[in-house]
């Protein structure tokens, strides 16, 4: 049994491209391996925000784990600020990486580098990120491409501390889905599908309405040609809402490709997008439900209980093979 950790950020809505590249994915994990699923609510804090923004939004995205299929009896699913092993670990680590290495991180260049009112925070939050995995003695991490940078740089980190101080660290590994794992835009197929895109024609919210959803797929951005065939360079959007359909059916891509030919571009578009609102209904149903009861509150208040099980022998084990003296 492998141990699997992953975590999303409460900011803004989950769209398709987070269920299908990531949050899907996890369900069957949970069947097979010992997982830990993570509200990463003190990355959040890098960027100033309204509080009670942050505290909805937070109950919101563990709603949705669940809704998605995430079982509470089978994964543990908590608040990261409910476990306060992380934050004390990433200052520990945080003495442990270098200044280079985090400048060198992509995101932190395309968000903060040049501006002198970012916080430290947006600059250190890779090794919050490195521990979060780390912390758990994690084998392998659920991620998408543009992801594969922070989970390098906590095998880096892992690897540094274990030569430094005390072979700690277990060395985790990618886990990268085949299909599905880059949800491109449907405004614009050729950059990944984002909440911070500039118009909301790029993206599909779990909990958008079946209209809205239906227009977006019918508006989708396509080609002048007619031939439907799997090519992301020449063919981004009608490879992307191959992609779409594929993971949300279940069915191949050369299925798909051979189903549809001769068809046309609009019914493929027409039939993903009721393929994504077939996939959508049971999440939003199941939401809707679970924000009108407590039951969240009691899996979360379990799931912190278990993660701070789960992470206090690493964290003592860091702390003495440090120096530091613990009574």
Known sequence: MARVFSGMQPTGDLHLGNYLGALKHFIPYQEKDDCYFCVVDLHALTVPGDPEALRKKSLELAML???????????????????????????????????????RMTQFKDKGQGSESVTTGLFTYPVLM?????????????????????????????????????????????????????????DNPEKKMSKSAASPANYVMLLEDEKTIMKKFKRAVTDSDTEIRFDPEQKAGISNLLSIMSVVTGKSIPALIEEYQGRGYGHLKVDTGEAVIEALRPIQQR?????????????????????????????????????????
């Not at 912190?304 to 003296?325: D, N, P, W, Y």
């Open 130 to 186: 490195a521990v979060d995995i780390l912390l758990y003695n994690t084998d392998e991490v659920p991620v998408g491409e543009d992801q594969k940078q922070h989970l390098e740089l906590a095998r880096n980190l892992a690897e540094r501390f274990n030569r430094q101080y005390e072979e700690i660290f277990t060395i985790p590994e990618p886990r990268i889905p085949d299909t599905g794992a880059r949800i491109m835009g449907l």
């Open 65 to 103: 784990y669940v809704a998605a299929g995430v079982d509470p009896n089978k994964a543990t699913l908590f608040l990261q600020s409910n476990n306060s092993a992380h934050a004390e670990a990433a200052w520990l680590m945080q003495c442990v990486a270098k200044f280079g290495e985090l400048g």
């Open 287 to 327: 939401y809707q439900a679970l924000a009108k009861s407590n039951e969240i509150e009691a899996i979360l208040t379990q799931g912190a209980i278990k993660a701070r099980e789960a992470t206090s022998e690493t964290l003592a084990k860091m702390k003495h093979a440090m120096g530091l003296v613990t009574f």
